[in-house]
């Protein structure tokens, strides 16, 4: 039965994460991260069946080296505090064939984040153990036009709620400041460069991943990203379990994740 899983968290530096060697583990290869001056190894990880990196139209074509990539990353995020990259990681339908799999993910990416202009970096992990599913790791910054990268905030003028620009009052003079060359002072603030972070651009995308499935799945196997409560229907959801549950139960061990699940599926079917 199609299951629906879609988590996205941030990877930063502040604390103490690296995107080169998370790019690393989630592919299965070797990457150097020049910040740390440190090579990270998983190529003998064999649950990668497929990687690939999408970029957006105006993004360096070396970027397709996923090592040039995430150092390029570091390199621009300077701050100690840094987002440096976002990762959504989707579960796959059992129903689908590897093809299947590769083909949603890859139009899920291309839709919603290389067309906003993110460059995208992916892998689909299968241990066959029933849970094949997907990282995707996003930049935080858009490309220019010129093929740099963009800026993740801008200043723009403060407005009132008329529209018009609010001045910076003197203190002393209870008069409008000038400033440099006998220019007008204007109050500014810094925004965001685009709406990536908003929490209504989440919602949207894990509504995005169940239609792009929904499209390939029959009714019966439909899969939907809101709770049981918002959909009004009298059942219990179930917790993500995750590799290390379900490697724990492969090894005749009972997970306290796998118990909670199976004790929420037969209450249901009561």
Not at 158 to 165: A, F, I, S, T, W
Not at 193 to 206: C, I, L, Q, Y
Not at 233 to 251: L, Q, W, Y
Request: net charge positive.
């Amino acid at each position: 039965m199609a299951i629906y899983h879609c988590s996205i968290r941030i990877i930063g530096r502040s604390k103490g994460r690296s995107a080169v060697a998370y790019a690393a583990y989630c592919s299965g290869t070797k990457l150097y991260d020049k910040e740390v001056r440190k090579a990270y190894n998983y190529t003998g990880q064999n649950s990668v069946v497929h990687s690939e990196i999408d970029l957006p139209q105006n993004a360096p074509s070396e970027f397709y080296d996923r090592e040039k990539l995430w150092n390029a990353v570091h390199e621009i995020e300077t701050r100690s505090n840094a987002q440096l990259a976002r990762e959504v990681e989707v579960a796959l339908p059992c129903e689908f064939t590897r093809q299947e799999q590769i083909d949603t993910v890859r139009e899920y990416i291309m839709k919603n984040f290389v067309r906003e202009g993110m460059c995208a970096d992916w892998a689909l992990h299968d241990k066959g153990d029933g849970n094949p599913h997907a990282h995707i790791m996003l930049t935080m910054r858009a490309i220019k036009p010129n093929g740099r990268w963009a800026e993740k905030s801008r200043t723009i003028y403060k407005l009132d709620p008329n529209g018009q620009k609010i001045p910076v009052i003197d203190p002393t003079t209870g008069q409008q400041k000038i400033g440099a060359r006998g220019r007008k002072m204007w109050q500014r603030e810094t925004v965001p460069a685009n709406d990536w972070n908003d929490h209504s651009k989440a919602e949207k995308w894990r509504a995005a991943w169940a239609a792009e499935c929904n499209r390939r799945l029959d009714r019966q196997h439909q899969i939907d990203h809101r709770s049981y409560d918002r959909q009004e229907v009298d059942k219990a959801s179930t917790i993500h379990e995750g590799h290390v549950a379900r490697k724990m139960e492969r090894e005749g061990l009972v997970s306290d994740r796998c118990e909670i699940n199976r004790e929420i599926r037969e209450l249901n079917e009561q």
